[in-house]
């Protein structure tokens, strides 16, 4: 018999109910009377007085269906009503609502595939519904899902709309606006109150008495407009008009309105009929579960439904097969579900502990599948699980976040039951609904709804930031009245933490049950159905990174990341529990052969060493001698093609999705963005890379000749026993080096997990961790502003009652607001900095660094690694160090200091590793490293990784710097010198500090922390070789040339802009180029002092080759530094006035006491000879001028040979004004260094004798001709050409090759020509 509502492809399952043959057996299983008896207490209606039994008609299961049909008897009148397809007066359209995406719209919109969801996809689209109304009073809902511009209200068919005017922009539409806070209707006024996304607006308009007016979560905002125009002609249409990227879900009475207004109607009528017989028939339903049958006393037992059981009776299934003949039809009902099966399961779930509604829900379950259709049950599930999303996700946080508590416990009860929960696994929780909405918990933007003022009472704020690395000055000690506010705000912090957790268990429980993988009784276990919905879910997100509507938004993934980490480490445990073999969930890592076997498919995401196709061609001998793995001839063609076709094919991650309705004039297809509050069915993803999986797979051990040869297998392919192995089948772990262990870890599925986890936090966490902190950063300013404020209120005279009253405002307001924000950051902590998430991250990265330690011990194969391993591990210890404090520290955390050694050891590395290609990834190692020697903690444990690594460090950021990312090694040399270089102290610009020492926000430097140890193994190894210091130095020089060279060129064109008589802008990049340059001049010079301080024969020794060359460029590049930057009034002074804001760093004090440094390092720390030879190379030099080094001291021209320096010009830059960093002695090493250059150069001026121009350098001018090139014969000086042979071993004139240089006397050449004449 086919049921009412079934397809015509389906047939209903053949409950055999009555027959002539079986009627005596049938009513012979029980007494008749007491047959009689269970079937009016089931079938008793709910609306009617219960029957005497003498009066009462004598029930049988012949008489039962007749009995039915008059219990669920429904007004003929009302039903034909709601089945006239909708001609309902007052309303004009389809009876069923929906948006009109075929022609009432304006501009892109993406509308999703239930026609009832839409995203703005252009500057201001619009769209309207298929229905309009025209008398009576109608009311929709619009749930909000984001919180930006949008204008909803209602419009006629006669509006004209465009990419500037939406709803209530023109005659006859009218519109609110929450993000304003207005309402529109050619004019705007101030109206309601702000939304915020999970908000549901209720639009309703009374066409009887001509008005209109809006609800906020059901709480009336008052009427918006009087006198709507009415009459022939005007219908009004709900619309909307809302910008790109916001999103909303309409519902006009397909689901139950969440805030029904009395006297308004939906626009879309419920099924009043069928929710009437859904609502008899569950009643039925529930009085089954309530009463038991005793055949043997012959009497009814009442039972609780927990403790009620199937155990068989005919009687019992014959009177279910009756009642859901008639109830799984209505079961597929949207509308049906959520009024009647969810408010049933909610009922349950709130009346008993969570064991007893476990009981129930199971009965219910157990049942539904046992005497539902197949179709039916599953339509059903999707259905009731679509509305738990949709009430967990959106409803509002109360203080004892009791409603997300509720919908929690029902999911974990449906997800308890085995077979929904496959189910739902296998079709609904990844592919219709992402199951990560349900591992989120929401922040509350609204303080006050949320009851966070009755639990944090007291509200209390840091007075100052705590982070490593900032020089903030002392406070003083709390006050007795901080102290007490500051407990009272923690002891509301705990209590809030509680509450959370509580959730958070409750999350945890659901996806353990979800990475069960026990169950496995007739089919597929649940942890293998949830690996390969992962893993789907893990390559939508990274294919789509760019595509934002596809992406799982980051706040979801911060969430699902520890809660899935939570699940992960309990069963990891669990297992090692009952195999004393495995590992502990500490000690955990990814074996490196899960990243070349392929069984794993990682995508498209790159690997250390490159491509995976070039890779398996490269390194296939590797594969084979080192992990017993054969790679397919077949296979590599079939990889390199895929690579070939991947740029042939547009947008492939989207292209294989289906495609939903678009709101556009053609039908452009656009992939359906996934995170819409109406999730839609059919989505099909196509993975890019296949994993491969082994055919004979033998345990270790294998001999030499025993290859394993592998083929490919997409993930859905994949069994248990192709991840977990067998007796002769490693599974995941095929291909094992001999570095690593022959016991397993852990289960290879929990493996699986893990590195899908990893992948998680390199997506998006890392960069919502650091977002969030934007809500501690707010409070840091509100503070400091409030301080501001009060001071000037201390400060204030008080006859000024005007500025008075202004700063008790100032101060009202600052107020108000940290307090909500202090509230809002308590929230924050327990949900994403607590002490508990933090230690999942510094899981995470414990566990990433023993990733890379193991790859790196596989060699070559180590390239076969992804990069974000590596991503990972540099981002989760930023994260632990920036994020988490100033509430948690990391030094805190077990280990800390052998994780920070590892992790030193990891950089210093790999930051020069050779297997490593991505570019991305070694400047991320090279940042990694820079950042690391920053701070002391993190120097030391640089310090305390092996000799050996740290001298291969060292060698490494030694290494000339063309062809390299040279600025960023110099950074690491600077910071390794900061502290012991010439008023090289500071921790903020001294000259900034000197103009504006109140200013707070000043940049700020780390503290100075130089490392004595890695500057010693840098001198040794400059000294090791003939070849390492010149190589090095002359690619210093050949930098900070070029740097320098294009600071001054860059600030030119800046002077210029600022002398024109228009008004000019500078752009903010030109100005912070500039800056840059002038920051690296300064870090080439402090590096050039560091290799003179500790290795000064390089320059000064000049038995080596190379030493007076170096000299003689050092002092021409120190000479044009200085003339530069000290000229009177010259372009440097000019644009230093200016104080372009981007220019700050730019001052005469870096850069003029790094020079110093260098100057005093040759010409008064050196030996005599030495001091010496520096000096006269200086002084030869044609640009040096004393006034430069005069102008160190504040003096305008040199001091008269044996008079006392004179004081020093206020107006003028001076050293000696500088007295907090510079010390006593340093300052009087520049006077002795002044004073020995006015001796030198008086002396060598008067010994100096005119030389003939036709006798100097032909390249450089400034020395005489000294050397000659063999075989040309072409002349210039030894500087110039010793400098050109370190680039160029071409002639400067004739360009041919250089084969030797000979020194060159003109006197002894004339003397030998005229003997040879």
């Known amino acids: 018999m086919a049921s009412k509502g079934a397809g015509m492809a389906f047939s209903r399952k053949s409950h055999r109910l009555t027959s002539d043959a079986e009627k005596s057996r049938v009513t012979g299983i029980v007494h008749e009377k007491l047959l009689d008896d269970y079937l009016h207490r089931i079938f008793s209606s709910t609306d009617r007085a219960p029957t005497a039994a003498t009066s009462r008609k004598l029930l049988n299961f012949q008489n039962l269906p007749e009995h039915l049909d008059q219990l669920l008897h429904v007004d003929e009148e009302a039903e034909e009503e709601e089945e006239s397809q909708g001609k309902v007066e007052g309303r004009l359209g389809p009876s069923t609502v929906v948006l009109d995406h075929t022609g009432g719209f304006e501009g892109l919109l993406l509308v999703d595939d239930d026609l009832l969801g839409v995203i703005g996809h252009s500057n201001f689209g619009t769209i309207r519904s298929t229905t309009c109304v025209y008398k009576g009073k109608w009311v929709y809902e619009v749930l909000i899902s984001s919180q930006g511009l949008m204008q909803i209200g209602w419009c006629t068919i006669n509006c004209r709309f465009n990419q500037e005017e939406g709803v209530g922009d023109t005659h006859n539409s009218y519109a609110y606006d929450g993000n304003r806070v207005r309402k529109w209707n050619v004019t705007t006024t101030n109206y309601g109150k702000a939304w915020a996304a999970g908000d549901i607006v209720s639009c309703l308009i009374d066409l009887d008495e001509g008005t209109l007016s809006f609800c906020l979560n059901g709480v009336s905002l008052g009427t918006a407009f009087e006198n709507l125009s009415r009459g022939l002609g005007m219908a009004y249409f709900p619309a909307i008009s809302l910008s790109f990227k916001e999103s909303v879900a309409f519902n006009f009475g397909s689901r139950p309105l969440r805030y029904p207004v009395v006297g308004y109607r939906p626009l879309q009528d419920p099924p009043s009929a069928d929710l009437v017989r859904a609502q008899e028939l569950l009643g039925c339903f529930q009085a089954v579960l309530s009463v038991e049958l005793d055949p043997v006393q012959g009497r009814l037992v009442e039972k609780e439904s927990s403790e009620w059981q199937l155990q068989g009776q005919p009687t019992v299934l014959l009177t279910l097969a009756h009642i859901f003949h008639r109830f799984a039809p209505l079961l597929r009902k949207v509308y049906l579900v959520e009024a009647v099966l969810m408010s049933f399961l909610l009922g349950v779930v709130e009346a008993g ?23 039916e049950m599953q339509d059903c599930l999707k259905q009731l699980m679509m509305s738990l999303l949709r009430l967990y996700r959106f409803s509002p946080i109360v203080p004892d976040l009791g409603l997300q508590i509720r919908y929690l416990r029902l999911t974990i009860a449906i997800l308890s039951h085995e077979k929904s929960r496959k189910f739902l696994l296998s079709h609904v929780l990844f592919d219709v609904l992402r199951s990560v909405v349900f591992f989120y918990i929401k922040s509350p933007l609204r303080v006050e709804e949320a009851g966070l003022q009755e639990l944090i009472p007291t509200t209390w704020w840091p007075h ?108 990891w445990d669990e297992y090692k529990a009952s195999n004393p073999c495995a590992t502990f969930s500490d000690e955990a890592y990814i074996p490196p052969q899960v990243f070349y076997n392929g069984k794993v498919d990682y995508f498209d995401l790159q690997r250390l060493g490159g491509l995976l196709s070039h890779l398996r061609k490269t390194l296939k001998d590797d594969l084979a001698s080192k992990a017993n793995i054969l790679i397919d001839p077949l296979e590599l063609q079939a990889a390199t093609m895929d690579d070939l076709d991947e740029d042939e094919e547009p947008a492939p991650a989207a292209a294989q999705r289906p495609m939903q309705a678009l709101a556009m004039g053609g039908a452009l297809p656009l992939p359906r963005p996934s995170w819409l509050s109406s999730p839609t069915l059919g989505r099909a993803n196509r993975f890019l890379s296949t994993a ?51 016991q397993p870890l852990t289960e290879n599925s929990l493996l699986e997990v893990l590195d899908g986890a990893i992948m998680m936090y390199n997506l998006s966490v890392h960069q919502q961790l650091g977002k969030m902190v934007g809500v501690s950063d707010d409070v840091n300013e509100y503070a400091m502003a409030l301080r501001d404020t009060e001071d000037k209120l201390r400060r204030c005279p008080k006859r000024r009652k005007d500025i008075l009253a ?172 900061r502290g012991c270089g010439f008023g090289y102290r500071y921790t903020r610009l001294p000259h900034l500090l000197k103009t504006k020492p109140e200013d707070a926000n000043l940049p700020s430097l780390q503290k100075p922390c130089p490392s004595t140890l890695l500057q010693q193994h840098m001198a040794d190894l400059l000294r090791e070789g003939p070849d390492v210091a010149p190589s090095f130095l002359n690619s210093v020089l050949n930098q900070l040339n070029w740097a320098f060279s294009e600071f001054i060129g860059m600030i030119q064109e800046i002077q210029q802009a600022a002398e024109r008589l228009e008004r000019n802008f500078v752009d903010s990049r030109q100005l912070k180029v500039c800056a840059t340059c002038f920051d690296l001049s300064v870090s080439l010079l402090r590096v050039l002092e560091m290799t003179i301080t500790l290795v000064p024969e390089i320059f000064l020794d000049w038995a080596q080759p190379t030493s007076e060359m170096l000299l003689r460029r050092l002092a021409q590049l120190l000479n044009q530094v200085l003339n530069r930057v000290t000229a009177e009034r010259n372009l440097f002074d000019r644009v230093v006035t200016l104080r372009l804001p981007g220019l700050e760093s730019v001052d005469h004090y870096p850069i003029l006491v790094a020079v110093t440094g260098i100057l005093v390092r040759l010409l008064v720390h050196g030996p005599a000879s030495g001091t010496e030879r520096a000096t006269s190379v200086l002084l030869a030099d044609p640009c040096f001028q004393l006034r430069s080094i005069c102008y160190l001291l504040g003096q305008p021209e040199p001091p008269t040979p044996g008079t006392a320096l004179p004081a020093p010009d206020q107006k003028r830059f001076s050293l000696q004004s500088y007295t907090d960093y510079i010390s006593v002695e340093e300052l009087a090493q520049v006077e002795q260094m002044l004073a020995h250059l006015t001796s030198a150069s008086a002396q060598a001026a008067a010994a100096s004798l005119p030389t003939s121009e036709e006798d100097l350098c032909p390249i450089c001018y400034a020395h005489p001709i000294s050397a000659v090139f063999q075989p040309c014969g072409h002349k210039s000086c030894k500087a110039c050409i010793n400098q050109h042979l370190m680039n160029n071993k071409d002639c400067f004139f004739c360009k041919a090759t250089i084969m030797s240089v000979e020194d060159w006397d003109k006197a002894a050449s004339a003397s030998a020509t005229s003997s040879a004449a």
């Open 692 to 742: 491969a999986v082994s055919l004979m797979t033998p345990r270790r051990p294998l001999s030499t000749s025993e290859k394993v040869k592998v083929r490919t297998l997409s993930a859905e392919q994949r069994t248990r026993e192709d991840i977990e192995g067998s007796q002769w089948n490693e599974g995941l772990l095929v291909g094992r080096p001999p570095e690593e262990p022959e």
């Open 464 to 571: 100052r930031s705590s982070r490593e690395g900032k020089d903030s000055k002392e406070v003083k000690d709390e006050t007795s009245e901080e102290r007490l506010r500051r407990r009272a705000y923690e002891r509301g912090c705990q209590r809030l933490k509680k509450r959370i957790e509580v959730v958070e268990e409750l999350q945890v429980q659901i996806l353990k049950l979800l990475l069960n993988n026990q169950d496995d009784n007739g089919g597929e276990a649940s942890r293998y159905i949830f690996l390969t919905k992962f893993r789907k879910f893990l390559q939508e997100n990274a294919s789509s990174r760019g595509n934002m509507p596809m992406l799982c938004p980051p706040e979801y993934m911060v969430c699902f990341l520890h809660r899935l980490i939570s699940a992960l480490r309990y069963y």
């Open 353 to 375: 502990t969570p064991a007893q509604a476990q009981s129930v829900v199971h009965q219910v379950l157990d049942l539904l599948w046992l005497f539902m259709e197949d179709y």
């Open 806 to 977: 202004e700063l008790m405002k100032s101060q009202k307001v600052f107020s108000e607001k940290l307090d909500h924000l202090s509230r809002r950051l308590a929230w924050v902590h327990a949900t994403v900095y607590s002490q508990e998430k933090m230690q999942d991250i510094y899981w995470l990265l414990r566990v990433c660094l023993r990733t890379i330690e193991h790859g790196d011990r596989t060699g070559p194969l180590f390239a076969f690694m992804p990069e974000f391993y590596l991503s990972v591990a540099i981002n989760s210890y930023s994260a632990l160090k920036n994020y988490f404090g100033p509430v948690h520290s990391m030094e805190e955390l077990p280990g800390y200091e052998e994780t920070l050694t590892r992790l030193a050891a990891i950089l210093a590395k790999h930051f020069a590793d050779t297997r490593i290609v991505g570019t991305d990834i070694r400047d991320s190692l090279m940042q990694a490293l820079a950042s690391y020697v920053c701070y002391p903690n993190s120097l030391r444990a640089v310090e305390r990784i092996p000799e050996e690594q740290r001298i291969a460090m060292v060698r490494s950021l030694l290494a000339p710097y063309e062809q390299r990312p040279w600025a960023q090694t110099n950074w690491i040399l600077v910071r390794l010198w």
